[in-house]
Protein backbone atom coordinates (compact mmCIF):
# COMPACT_ATOMS: atom_id res chain seq x y z
CA UNK A 1 0.00 0.00 0.00
CA UNK A 2 1.34 3.35 -0.90
CA UNK A 3 1.29 6.92 1.47
CA UNK A 4 -1.07 9.26 0.01
CA UNK A 5 0.75 12.36 -2.22
CA UNK A 6 -0.87 15.24 -1.74
CA UNK A 7 -1.02 18.45 -3.83
CA UNK A 8 -1.52 21.83 -3.31
CA UNK A 9 -4.53 22.62 -5.53
CA UNK A 10 -5.82 26.29 -3.27
CA UNK A 11 -5.64 28.66 -0.51
CA UNK A 12 -8.00 28.27 2.12
CA UNK A 13 -9.60 31.62 1.43
CA UNK A 14 -10.38 30.57 -2.02
CA UNK A 15 -12.90 28.04 -0.60
CA UNK A 16 -15.67 30.20 1.43
CA UNK A 17 -18.70 28.10 2.64
CA UNK A 18 -21.20 27.20 0.06
CA UNK A 19 -19.06 27.80 -2.64
CA UNK A 20 -18.41 24.96 -5.15
CA UNK A 21 -14.39 25.12 -6.43
CA UNK A 22 -13.06 23.44 -9.29
CA UNK A 23 -9.04 22.27 -9.31
CA UNK A 24 -7.27 19.82 -10.93
CA UNK A 25 -4.61 17.54 -10.37
CA UNK A 26 -2.47 16.03 -13.21
CA UNK A 27 -5.78 16.24 -15.46
CA UNK A 28 -8.25 15.02 -12.96
CA UNK A 29 -11.22 17.67 -11.65
CA UNK A 30 -11.79 18.18 -8.71
CA UNK A 31 -14.20 19.75 -6.54
CA UNK A 32 -13.78 21.30 -3.57
CA UNK A 33 -16.58 22.61 -1.13
CA UNK A 34 -16.00 23.80 2.17
CA UNK A 35 -18.93 22.25 4.97
CA UNK A 36 -18.38 24.15 8.46
CA UNK A 37 -14.62 25.05 8.20
CA UNK A 38 -13.72 21.49 7.11
CA UNK A 39 -12.42 21.12 2.99
CA UNK A 40 -14.35 17.78 1.45
CA UNK A 41 -13.15 16.95 -1.75
CA UNK A 42 -15.14 15.10 -4.94
CA UNK A 43 -15.08 14.29 -8.31
CA UNK A 44 -16.19 17.43 -10.25
CA UNK A 45 -17.65 15.58 -13.15
CA UNK A 46 -21.66 14.53 -12.56
CA UNK A 47 -21.79 10.96 -12.91
CA UNK A 48 -25.03 11.48 -14.66
CA UNK A 49 -23.78 13.40 -18.05
CA UNK A 50 -20.53 14.86 -17.20
CA UNK A 51 -21.86 18.06 -16.04
CA UNK A 52 -19.38 20.04 -14.25
CA UNK A 53 -20.22 20.03 -10.25
CA UNK A 54 -18.57 23.45 -9.94
CA UNK A 55 -20.94 24.68 -11.46
CA UNK A 56 -24.09 24.15 -9.17
CA UNK A 57 -24.94 24.73 -5.63
CA UNK A 58 -23.66 23.59 -2.41
CA UNK A 59 -26.26 23.24 1.36
CA UNK A 60 -24.39 22.86 3.73
CA UNK A 61 -22.76 18.95 2.52
CA UNK A 62 -24.79 18.64 -0.50
CA UNK A 63 -23.79 19.65 -4.04
CA UNK A 64 -26.72 19.93 -6.63
CA UNK A 65 -25.69 19.68 -10.17
CA UNK A 66 -27.20 22.58 -12.75
CA UNK A 67 -27.92 20.40 -15.37
CA UNK A 68 -30.38 17.70 -14.01
CA UNK A 69 -30.50 18.43 -10.31
CA UNK A 70 -28.73 15.48 -8.82
CA UNK A 71 -27.73 16.13 -5.45
CA UNK A 72 -24.58 14.17 -3.87
CA UNK A 73 -22.52 14.43 -0.52
CA UNK A 74 -19.65 15.96 -1.00
CA UNK A 75 -18.49 13.75 2.56
CA UNK A 76 -19.17 10.79 0.88
CA UNK A 77 -19.56 11.08 -2.24
CA UNK A 78 -22.84 9.19 -1.96
CA UNK A 79 -26.25 10.29 -4.49
CA UNK A 80 -28.89 11.86 -2.62
CA UNK A 81 -31.24 12.35 -4.98
CA UNK A 82 -31.71 11.09 -8.82
CA UNK A 83 -31.45 11.20 -12.22
CA UNK A 84 -27.90 10.42 -11.12
CA UNK A 85 -27.68 7.03 -9.67
CA UNK A 86 -23.62 6.28 -9.21
CA UNK A 87 -21.59 7.64 -6.47
CA UNK A 88 -18.56 10.36 -6.99
CA UNK A 89 -15.33 9.80 -6.17
CA UNK A 90 -13.88 11.05 -3.04
CA UNK A 91 -10.32 12.55 -2.60
CA UNK A 92 -8.21 13.00 0.68
CA UNK A 93 -7.94 16.60 1.66
CA UNK A 94 -5.18 18.36 4.03
CA UNK A 95 -4.88 21.55 5.04
CA UNK A 96 -1.51 23.13 5.98
CA UNK A 97 -0.63 26.59 6.74
CA UNK A 98 -3.75 28.31 4.99
CA UNK A 99 -3.31 25.92 1.75
CA UNK A 100 -5.64 22.98 0.74
CA UNK A 101 -3.84 19.74 -0.42
CA UNK A 102 -5.63 17.10 -2.31
CA UNK A 103 -4.57 13.44 -2.59
CA UNK A 104 -5.58 12.78 -6.20
CA UNK A 105 -5.58 8.92 -5.79
CA UNK A 106 -9.71 8.72 -5.83
CA UNK A 107 -11.67 6.13 -3.44
CA UNK A 108 -13.92 4.77 -6.25
CA UNK A 109 -13.61 4.78 -10.02
CA UNK A 110 -15.54 7.17 -12.08
CA UNK A 111 -18.31 4.90 -13.49
CA UNK A 112 -18.18 7.72 -16.80
CA UNK A 113 -14.92 9.10 -17.30
CA UNK A 114 -11.30 7.76 -17.28
CA UNK A 115 -9.72 9.60 -14.55
S1 LIG B 1 -25.67 15.89 -15.63
FE1 LIG B 1 -25.85 16.01 -13.48
S2 LIG B 1 -27.89 15.41 -13.07
FE2 LIG B 1 -27.69 15.20 -15.21
Known sequence: ???PTFVEVAELADVPPETPVRVEVDGTPI???NVDGTI???HDVCTHAMQSLADGWVDHDRLECPRHG???SVITGEVLTP???APLPTFGVAV???RILVDPTPNRAHPLYDN
Do not use: E, I, N
Open 96 to 98: KDG
Open 70 to 72: AVF
Open 83 to 85: PAS
Open 31 to 33: CLV
Open 1 to 3: MTS
Open 40 to 42: HAV
